[in-house]
Structures are given as C-alpha cells and as structure tokens.
C-alpha cells in the first residue's frame, strides 16, 4: 500500500462556546441555542502522516480506526472527550514499547538535509503535552479529521 | 588529562567518531560537591541512553539535527542511582537530605528538559487558546519562568509577536543564587554544604544561561527601559544605623517582596505603553499568578514540575512544532551542553569501547577558567578520549563510503519507476535536478531524493549541484537490465548498501516471515525490494507471508530427484482424485525446500525433458484466479524496452508459455 498521498490528520480540541449575548439565526427567525455550539480551542496538523512511521499493518489500521473513526465529528462528544483520546495513546505507547514504528525522512529539510523524526514518538510526546493541558476542562470534545 | 574549550562544532566532530563503534551512548552528568567525596574524586550519575538514528552513517548530520532518542531512566531509578552514590561518597548522609538530593536532582532534570524544548510547559488551558499571539504583546517572566523553560518556549514559539520584558530583579535573583553556590563552593569543606550546593548550581547555572541564551543566542525582541524605569533599580537605599530600616529588614530581597517586583515592572512597562497594548506575566508560581490576576494583569501561567513527567520516556531530538505543521530540532550538543552548565559536568561515553567525551562548565578536576568570550560563543571546557586516537575524524562524506554497518532502512522507491528511471539515465547520461520529478512522476522533492539516494548509496550516479550524472556502473546496469541479464543485474544490485543488507539478511535465515521486525527494511518499502530481489531471481515471497531464498542452481539430474520429490509429497497429500497438482504450488514448494527460483526452474524443466531424465504433463483452461497473493516479479522486454511484470504462479501461464497449465505431472524417467 502506498501511503504518499496520505494526507496527515487535523486534531482539534473544541469547548464550549462563550458569548455572553444572544444571537439571531435569520433563517430560522428564532434566538440560537448557543449550549449547542462550540468554538476551536487548539487545532493542529502534524508535519507528516503519523501512520507512516509504524511497521506493523495491522497496527497502523487498527491507530488510524481509533483516531479517525474514533474521533469522527459524527461520534456522540460523550465519546471524543480527552479520556478517549488518552486510551488512544496507551495503544501508542504500547506500539513504541514494542519497537513498532521506526525513523524515517521527513519532506522539511535543514540546510539541505532532510529531517528524520521518528513520528509516532512525536505524535505521542506531543498529543500528550496537549491532553494535559486540556485534561479535566468542562465541555472539551475532540475531532480528528 | 588535557581540557582544551570546544565549540558545538568541534563537539559533532568528537561525538560522531565516539560513536562510531554504537550509535548508543551513556549519558552522565556530575556537580563535584554534591557527587565528590574529600579526596577529590567524584560520581557521575546516569542520567539514560542516547541513541542516534541517522540515515546511513551520517552520524555527523544525527547530531547536529536531533536524530537521537533519549531513553530517560524512571524517577524510582533515578533516586536509586543518586542514593547508592551517596552511600559510595558519603555513608553517613542522613535519609532526609538524600531525599533532598532526590528532589533536586529530579527538578534539575525537569528544567533542562523543558528549557531544552524536548518537553514543553503545561500550560493553562485559558492561555493556551490564545497562542499563538495574534498581536504584539509584551511578556513579563518571573524568576520561575526563566528556570522552568517558559522563556524558551515564548523565545521559541511565540516570537516575534512576543516582546520579553525582563525585570532586573530577575536577574538579580539569578546573581543572587549564584553568590549564594559561590560561596558554598569557596567553603566547600564545611559539613552540610553538599546538597546545598546541587540546588544552588541547578538553579544559578541554568538560570543564567537561560538569560545569556535570550541575549546572545536567539532573535527574539527584548524590550528593555531607560535606566530608573525599573523599580528595582532604585529601591534598595541601605542603612543599617537607621532602626527602622533596620526592622524593615529592606537590605533582604525576601521572595514576596521580589514577586512583587515582577508586578511592580510589568505595571511600569504598562503605563510607558499605548493603552491597548497586550501585557502579560509569564509565571508557574501560583501566587505570582493570583496576585497579578487580582491586580488587573493578564497571565500565561504554566506548570513545568508537575506533568508530564519526563523521566522513563523517549525524548527525540526532532518534535513537531506546536502551531505549525512544521518540525524543529534539538542537536545533541545543545543536550550535552545544557547538562554540563546546569550540573556543572556531563559526559557522553560508548560503553563498548570506553571513549567518552567530558565536558565541565565549573568545577572539576582542573581550575577551568571564564572570559565573556566563553558565553558568546558558547564554549566549554571538554576532555574526551576516542577508542582509536590516531584515526582521523571522518567527515560525514567519508563515512558513507566506509562500511554498510550502518546501511539504511531502505529508501522509498517503487521498482517500476527505478527500472525506467535507470533507463532514461543511462540513455542520457545526466539529468537536471529540477527535472527529476516530472520525469519520476512524483510531486515532492522528498520522494525524488529517495530514487536518488538509493542509485548513488551503490556509486550508480554522481551528484553535482545542479545534475545528477550516470557512472560506468550504472551503464553497466543499463545494459544488464537491458540484456535480461539476471546474475549481473544482482550482482551489480549488491552494491547498494539496503539491498545488499537486505538480500544478506534473507540468505542467512534461508526462509524469513516477512512480518520479522529483523527484517533491515522498513515495512513501508520492502515490497519494492522484494519485486527488485525477485527480478534477480535471487529470492521469492511467498504470499506475501515468507521470503526465501533462491540462489540454488542444481545440476538437471538433481533438479529432476527434486521436482519429482515435490510433485510426490504435494500429490499425496492432495484430496483430489487427479494425479495432477497445482503448478504454482510445485514452484512454490521448489523455492521452500530447495531454494530454486521459479525462472530457473522453467528452463531446468525443459532441459531434463531433452535429456530424458524426467517428464511432464500440464492441463488447463482458463487463468486459475484463486490465489491472488500468489505472485513474483519478472523482468521482461516489451518492445525492446525493459519492464517489470508481475506473474501469478497459479494462473497457469508461467511454466509453459503458450499451453495453459494451472496442473502439472511430474513422471520420473
């Protein structure tokens, strides 16, 4: 399987909307439901396509199921919470522990070198920091598109 | 032991030729009063493995760019390491200070971490959705943000929206940390002074060169006011004689007093700003924080000792940026130097062959001086001892013509597109490398480089700037390719190192899972050079679940006893009532028993009919569709140009071309 046209995934971490003034939804001539909405708190799309760094297939279909399909904005948001995405990166942390993804060239380059990064430790490191940042805010839901 | 001042350059050179034996390293730091016992001797403490992941042996490039991992041991078995040192140097600490010891030993390398950028600050979630800055907006960092890497993270991340504003009390509070160690270090002797000291070296040290770091060494925007504008400068007027001044005790900077400093700068800064000017105090003290919220002042508060916890993870050397689909790089020199300024000693040794590489920034073993020299251009004292002291530091070009130990994991090439891109080299001799991906058909430089890296690891091309050049190798290869040349098509292939490593390693093991993690290619990029090893005839996988070796080429007499064998052992156990069996799996069970590649294997059955040794019967149809997995890659000329095709063992078209024969009969004669 070719995985070049990949493109990488884009997290974001959603919280609850705040607007202290009510709002007019023209078309429907009735005041908005703000509880309903949410605005971005953080959005980010990795460098590379994480799954390209995992050796094992059936690793790399069964992260890209968890994250993807798991965080897919037509979950409920009782299921995308921050805890979901933790679970997720036990199975991560397991693949690494298990020498399941490998360094690889990344397309940036440094003086003409092309970086390498290992990605999935990257990912991990990173989403990681990011959870404990929002880890135990009221209201944050997460999509990965 | 001779210490000489070395510059980050001079330490890759150093490093690359230490680990020239293992691309894996210790790394040891020490702080000589706290590690040190009377005699002048000192521990080092391990402080976990670096191990460095360049491409090929470019391991001059893995230590400039961050292509390392750090495997930092657990917090239980750091304290372990610090108290069984203990019980080395000084038997008779008290329980309680070791804990001391622990719990500096443990913030210490949580702020290098942090400062380094490896592990970024946890920010609270409120001053988190506001980064990155969209306006230019003033940062005023407390004492605790230039220890804990919040300026590093601002320097690095938010510039240049982001002006650092550091109030002089910081640095004071820094010098005075460093006073505080200076005269620890001049009364070293005394009792007690031990654990003292690795607190007031982690702290002084690594806080000043946070500092010199935002002075000398990065681009960012330090806002700095007249003289007089700071309060600091002008409140301190001591008297001792004056009994009120006296019970103020104002000749004391206490803690609360310089926290308050920090407000009192940022609110002075404010007013000498346009009114709407974003101000905000950079701090993870709490009550730092409390107090400017309650004042009207905005805050980007972070904790850096709490979570995540660095110890027992893998820190990289390459990390994704936080805002921007971007990488930044930490070299390992900048690990090393952290350490050795921070803990006044770290050392980088290889285990196997004992050389090591010992940096001191104070203390040690000899008087090591400093001149401001030093810090600008960011220079320690070093010692280091190399396995092979006459070799000559190799640069990174004259590694890649050393040995293939260090080959790579492969390069991410398609087989088809490499058959044609040789071609259309050698008909030109050289392309320009703004040509190459239209002529690869790729859109990225990246993937072009891989076609490109792959050819030149075995010297098939030279690179100039602007071309690349096709070498008498690679004519030759051309003309194999051509030719259907198979024996010197693998032999010429074996000079590329990844091919070479990877062909090794299936001749080794004979028959490889081809899920093997052994395996020297990455999963990504095996299934092309399987196709290139089975256009060599020189292995098979076999659906896509073994690799085996096929570099047996029998006599026809024994090619007969062993076809026969096969066909025998596959008929008896066949539920079928034909004596016919099915061809691709004859093939398939010659290349596992006996290591002969199906392309040889067409051409010794036809031989040992017309000796007469043995005899065959085939029968078929229609393509047998079953068994798509099933397949090798074969090279083949179409219209005079060479292609690569992929051929079902099982669809009856192989063995016979022109006759169907999805069964075979093997009769002996």
């Not at chain 2, 800055?133 to 004492?143: E, S, Y």
């Not at chain 2, 393509?623 to 099982?650: A, C, N, S, W």
Request: charged content about 30%; proline content about 5%; overall charge negative.
């Amino acid at each position: 399987m070719q995985y070049d046209d990949e493109k990488p995934f884009q997290i974001t971490f959603w919280r609850p909307i705040k607007w202290e003034r009510n709002l007019l939804d023209l078309e429907k001539r009735d005041v908005v439901e703000l509880s309903r909405f949410c605005e971005e708190a953080y959005i980010w799309t990795p460098a590379a396509n994480v799954l390209d760094s995992i050796t094992d297939y059936d690793a790399r279909e069964k992260l890209n199921e968890m994250l993807v399909v798991g965080f897919s904005p037509d979950k409920p948001v009782d299921e995308r919470k921050v805890d979901d995405l933790q679970n997720v990166l036990i199975f991560i942390k397991e693949l690494i522990a298990d020498k399941k993804s490998e360094w690889s060239p990344c397309s940036q380059k440094y003086n003409d070198e092309l970086i390498r990064a290992n990605l999935l430790i990257s990912f991990l490191n990173h989403v990681e920091w990011i959870c404990d940042i929002f880890a135990n805010v009221p209201g944050i839901s997460i999509t990965i598109r | 032991m001779e210490f000489q001042l070395l510059s980050k350059k001079k330490a890759v050179e150093i490093l690359a030729e230490i680990a020239d034996e293992d691309l894996s390293l210790v790394l040891e730091v020490c702080e000589d009063i706290c590690f040190g016992n009377d005699k002048g001797e000192y521990e080092w403490i391990n402080l976990g493995k670096i191990e460095l992941k360049p491409e090929n042996d470019k391991i001059q490039t893995a230590i400039q760019y961050g292509f390392y991992e750090w495997l930092i041991p657990r917090k239980d078995e750091i304290d372990c390491i610090v108290s069984n040192t203990f019980s080395k140097i000084d038997p008779n600490i008290k329980e309680d200070r070791i804990n001391n010891a622990k719990k500096w030993f443990y913030q210490g390398v949580q702020d290098i971490v942090r400062r380094l950028l490896l592990l970024l600050p946890t920010f609270d979630p409120d001053s988190f959705v506001r980064m990155p800055l969209k306006r230019p907006t003033t940062i005023v960092p407390d004492t605790s943000a230039v220890h804990q890497g919040g300026l590093d993270f601002v320097a690095k991340f938010l510039s240049p929206m982001a002006r650092i504003k550091i109030p002089a009390v910081v640095y004071m509070e820094i010098e005075s940390q460093m006073d505080n160690y200076m005269n620890i270090r001049s009364n070293r002797k005394e009792k007690g002074t031990r654990i003292k000291a690795l607190e007031r070296h982690l702290l002084s040290q690594g806080g000043q060169r946070a500092l010199l770091r935002m002075e000398l060494m990065s681009d960012v925007e330090m806002d700095r006011g007249d003289l007089g504008s700071d309060p600091i400068r002008g409140i301190i007027t001591r008297s001792d004689s004056d009994p009120e001044d006296k019970v103020l005790e104002q000749s004391k900077v206490v803690k609360s007093f310089a926290d308050r400093l920090i407000i009192e700068t940022a609110r002075l800064h404010r007013s000498q700003v346009r009114p709407d000017h974003p101000l905000a105090i950079l701090t993870s003290d709490q009550g730092m924080a409390r107090m400017a919220m309650a004042e009207g002042m905005d805050v980007l508060f972070f904790q850096a000792r709490n979570s995540p916890e660095p110890t027992g993870r893998i820190l990289t050397g390459t990390h994704v940026h936080p805002f921007d689909a971007d990488f930044y790089s930490i070299p390992l020199t900048d690990v090393l130097w952290e350490c050795a300024v921070s803990f006044g000693g770290a050392k980088l040794r290889n285990i196997k062959d004992d050389s090591f590489l010992e940096l001191w920034a104070l203390g040690g073993p000899e008087q090591l001086t400093w001149y401001p020299l030093h810090a600008k251009d960011d220079l320690i004292w070093g010692y280091y001892v190399q396995a092979h002291p006459k070799k000559e530091i190799k640069s990174d070009k004259e590694f890649l013509s050393s040995e293939k130990r260090f080959a790579s994991k492969g390069y991410k090439i398609t087989s088809p597109k490499m058959i044609d891109f040789i071609s259309i080299l050698v008909e030109n001799n050289n392309l320009a490398k703004d040509q190459l991906n239209e002529i690869l058909s790729v859109k990225d430089q990246t993937t072009t480089n891989q076609y490109v890296k792959f050819l030149e690891s075995g010297k098939f091309i030279s690179e100039s700037e602007q071309n690349i050049e096709a070498t008498d190798k690679l004519r030759m290869l051309g003309k194999a390719i051509k030719e259907l040349d198979i024996s010197k098509i693998h032999g010429l292939l074996l000079d590329v190192p990844s091919y070479s490593n990877f062909h090794d390693f299936i001749q080794k093991g004979r028959q490889i899972n081809i899920d093997s993690p052994e395996i020297p290619i990455s999963k990504f990029f095996i299934q092309s050079y399987i196709a290139l090893g089975e256009m060599a005839s020189a292995i098979l996988s076999i659906s896509d679940k073994y690799i085996v070796v096929t570099d047996a080429e029998p006599s026809i007499a024994e090619f007969a006893a062993q076809a026969y064998k096969c066909y025998k052992d596959i008929s008896q156990n066949s539920d079928t009532d034909t004596e016919l069996i099915l061809t691709g799996e004859w093939l398939e069970c010659l290349a596992l028993q006996f290591n002969i590649h199906p392309i040889r294997v067409r051409k010794l059955l036809e031989d040992s009919r017309q000796k007469g040794v043995l005899d065959f019967f085939v029968e078929g149809s229609t393509p047998d569709t079953r068994f798509p997995k099933h397949t090798m890659t074969v090279l083949e000329l179409e219209q005079g140009k060479p292609v690569l095709k992929k051929i079902f063992l099982y669809q009856g078209n192989f063995v016979t071309p022109g006759f169907a024969s999805n069964r075979i009969k093997i009769v002996r004669k």
